[in-house]
């Protein structure tokens, strides 16, 4: 499992002309699923995400969590984190985790994210999406399960 985690003053996620979730402050973190991963995975790598102390504290320094600052989480499903670009220019998406299992531990990680957060969005799982974000630093995390 991979998660890109960017710190966000805001963020929201359309499909067409819908939004279809939006946060203030928070985290919005793209999720790639593979075909090995579990709710074991999914649960260590949410609480990593959730925990990690990346929001500035009143001395400026990279001391507080998501629940710390009260932030919103938006989770956008994304199977390109799973890109091989080893061989050629086209990139191989092979190790992405196939569309049901991966949408069953995407919804499996909104409905538990909800125990580290009061404002969970989301974007739409293989939908064709827009993101839009204001990235606070910037500051963005990769997460792969594989390290932890």
Not at 124 to 138: C, Q, R, W
């Amino acid at each position: 499992m991979k998660f890109l985690i960017q710190r966000v003053n805001s963020a929201f996620v359309k499909t067409g002309h819908e939004i279809t979730g939006s946060i203030g402050k928070g985290l919005l973190i793209f999720v790639g699923i593979c075909d090995s991963d579990t709710e074991q995975t999914a649960c260590k790598m949410l609480k990593k995400a959730c925990t990690l102390r990346i929001f500035s504290d009143d001395n400026d320094k990279t001391n507080l969590s998501l629940g710390d600052v009260n932030g919103q989480l938006l989770l956008v499903s994304q199977f390109t984190l799973y890109a091989n670009c080893k061989k050629g220019c086209r990139p191989s998406f092979f190790d992405a985790g196939s569309p049901d299992h991966a949408n069953k531990l995407y919804e499996y990680i909104i409905s538990k994210s909800k125990e580290y957060c009061n404002t969970v969005e989301t974007g739409i799982f293989g939908a064709d999406m827009k993101v839009s974000l204001e990235n606070d630093g910037p500051f963005t995390i990769i997460l792969d399960s594989d390290e932890l």
